[in-house]
């Protein structure tokens, strides 16, 4: 971001106590009238949902429990970089079927790709 030109303003769960001493709702709508983007990295899927629904700015999944799109995104930039395309090759996932595979499975079906995975 900040290559780009932008600022960020880090806030710790320690500092917001997003949806316990916060509601999701004030903070979603607090932040709006400071930030152009809200880039949230929580546990809860509902939460980043919420935060998104209350938000009057975009909201970026950078983690949570359901979807981890960042990484998915960035490990289909590197096998674009590496490979030239994406329409058409196979990704093979091995490992536990959580976020990550979540998000990997959604990317490579939109980038034409054919998805394999094996998951205990």
Not at 29 to 58: K, M, N
Not at 66 to 75: F, G, K, R, S
């Amino acid at each position: 971001m900040r290559q780009l030109g932008g600022q960020t303003i880090y806030l710790s769960p320690a500092e917001v106590g997003l949806g316990e001493r916060e509601s999701v709702s004030d903070v979603a709508r607090v932040l709006s009238r400071y930030v152009d983007t809200i880039v949230a990295r929580t546990f809860s899927h509902q939460t980043l949902e919420a935060l998104a629904g209350y938000s009057s700015v975009p909201v970026i999944n950078a983690l949570s429990d359901l979807e981890h799109p960042c990484q998915a995104l960035a490990d289909l930039f590197t096998i674009y970089e590496k490979k030239g395309e994406l329409d058409g090759l196979t990704l093979a996932f091995v490992g536990d079927g959580n976020n990550v595979a979540h998000s990997l499975l959604l990317a490579a079906s939109l980038a034409g790709m054919n998805f394999r995975i094996a998951s205990p």
